[in-house]
């Protein structure tokens, strides 16, 4: 996802993303605490997309 389509999104659609985003990353370390994922980059990738949500979170908070 990319920073620009995250700064798009309303403050509640922001938190609703954070919120699936975590979730996804969660379910994955899982499948792969059982067993190997396909594409374990998949894991970097959410962990990255989080945090950019948190940072535009940051932003318009520190923005008000």
């Known amino acids: 996802m990319k920073i620009k ?5 309303s403050d509640e659609e922001l938190a609703g993303k954070g919120r699936d985003l975590a979730e996804e990353l969660f379910k994955l370390k899982f499948q792969h605490s059982i067993r190997p994922l396909e594409n374990p980059a998949n894991l970097s990738v959410l962990r990255k997309d989080i945090a ?3 940072t535009v979170m940051t932003e318009r908070r520190s923005a008000q």
Not at 5 to 9: H, K, N, V
Request: net charge positive.
């Open 5 to 9: 389509d995250i700064r798009e999104l």
């Open 52 to 54: 950019k949500v948190k």
